[in-house]
């Protein structure tokens, strides 16, 4: 039995229409590997900015450290001085204290200058580190996006192509179908036209009554099915 042009021109939509949705899953792999190379970009970035950030906090600290220091260096040269001058063997005694316990800071203090000193360093080779592996990353995907973007390109120039051959076909259905089909598609695609299988719905498999059965078996049943709404044909 030769199918019905109607029919015919159905199957070609819905075909043409699934064809599109391929294309569109295409392109949104395209943008999930674009995500995952933007991501790792991101995450380099944070990386680099975190090391720039450290080493930025540990030169702060190293110059504070270092202004401490030398503000005790000049306080112990004035006990000296002072200690030099004076008769007053109370005030020696006492500069005597003072200039001890001023050496102990002070080499606590050197200590520490020198601990901040070798931070400061350390992170100022991170940033070196986290600088030279994001530029490695981003010159590393300089061939896959422009692989993405080629891609990309071309899928849209097929699906420009695929949609008008697609609208094409659709203005050579009969308006009050082409509307119908148009509905039920945007409802429950993949699939709107679908065949009968055994008297029953292919989608909802819910039986046809007997009438709609008789009217199926000339191929076409635009009224479609009674419980889902699909449009029903006979696959011969």
Known sequence: MQMQPELELLLTVQARDQALLDLDA???SLDAAEAGL???????EAAAAA????AL????????????????QREQERRRERLGRTLDSHEAA????????GAHLLEVGRAAHADVRVRASELDARVGEAEAALAVLRAGQVAERARLAARREALEAEREEARAARDAV???LPVPLRRRYERLWRARAP??????????????????????????????LPEGCEACGVILYLDH
């Open 94 to 101: 006492t500069l005597r204290v003072d200039l001890d316990l």
């Open 38 to 44: 933007d991501a790792a970009v991101t995450r380099a």
């Open 57 to 72: 906090v540990a030169e702060v600290q190293h110059g504070d450290v270092s202004a401490r220091l030398d503000a005790a």
């Open 26 to 28: 295409q392109a949104a």
């Open 170 to 172: 659709a203005a050579a």
């Open 51 to 54: 090391a720039r950030h450290a």
């Open 191 to 220: 699939q709107a036209v679908v065949p009968l299988r055994n008297g029953a719905c292919g989608a909802c498999h819910t039986r046809l009554p007997l009438s709609a059965s008789a009217d199926a078996r000339r191929g076409f």
